[in-house]
T-cell receptor, first 114, second 116 residues
Framework: AQSVSQHNHHVILSEAASLELGCNYS??????LFWYVQYPGQHLQLLLK??????LVKGIKGFEAEFIKSKFSFNLRKPSVQWSDTAEYFC????????????FGAGTILRVKS | DAGVIQSPRHEVTEMGQEVTLRCKPI?????LFWYRQTMMRGLELLIY????????DSGMPEDRFSAKMPNASFSTLKIQPSEPRDSAVYFC??????????????FGPGTRLTVL
């Protein structure tokens, strides 16, 4: 079965610091990759997605992620975080042979200190 | 579009009672998903439908849980009887079918269920 690992459960940063959240998955076939964000008390929203093409994907709010196939990784980055980025971030993977299911990582809670 | 709509937003009930959660997907979306989110287990897929037909219910925890989708614009998740360990936030999501390729899921605001 496929699994998704997010390395850090809690991250605390000061404003303007750079962010990198790790995500690794176990499935070796063709995958679609996603990062979702959940702001406090709200529902999940899509930050960015990768299906094919350029492995460096740009998302909303200045976020980007890089797909490195050889490392089975899809790390999320932002060069300078803001207090409003405080949220929980979920990496998710779909392997096409598993149908339309998304498998989510455990999530990383980011707190940005102002 | 109003997005995925869920009701109620909050539900508090007593152990043993029946609970029904409701979801209205985005119009035109072919896929509907039910998830449960807890601190201990994170975000888990319970079941998903394609064109109103259940495709994969392997995530449904036990027979106390059931889900239906009588038409393209409505789905229910029922727990009977409810237990305290069912306390969680339940999310519904929908997804369009775009040329046969997988597409993103759009999430509803969730129902926070507390079973006393």
């Amino acid at each position: 079965a496929q699994s998704v690992s997010q390395h850090n459960h809690h991250v605390i940063l000061s404003e303007a610091a750079s962010l990198e959240l790790g995500c690794n998955y176990s499935y070796g076939g063709t995958v679609n990759l996603f990062w979702y964000v959940q702001y406090p008390g709200q529902h999940l929203q899509l930050l960015l997605k990768y299906f094919s093409g350029d492995p460096l994907v740009k998302g909303i709010k200045g976020f980007e992620a890089e797909f490195i196939k050889s490392k089975f990784s899809f790390n999320l980055r932002k060069p300078s975080v803001q207090w409003s980025d405080t949220a929980e971030y979920f990496c998710a993977v779909n392997a096409r042979e598993y149908g339309n299911k998304l498998v989510f990582g455990a999530g990383t809670i980011l707190r940005v200190k102002s | 579009d109003a997005g995925v709509i869920q009701s109620p937003r909050h539900e508090v009930t007593e152990m043993g009672q029946e609970v029904t959660l409701r979801c209205k997907p985005i119009s035109g979306h072919d896929y509907l998903f039910w998830y449960r989110q807890t601190m201990m287990r994170g975000l888990e897929l319970l079941i998903y439908f394609n064109n109103n037909v259940p495709i994969d219910d392997s995530g449904m925890p036990e027979d106390r849980f059931s889900a239906k989708m009588p038409n393209a614009s409505f789905s229910t998740l029922k727990i009977q009887p409810s237990e305290p360990r069912d306390s969680a936030v339940y999310f519904c999501a929908s997804s369009p079918l775009a040329g046969g390729s997988y597409n993103e899921q759009f999430f509803g605001p969730g129902t926070r269920l507390t079973v006393l």
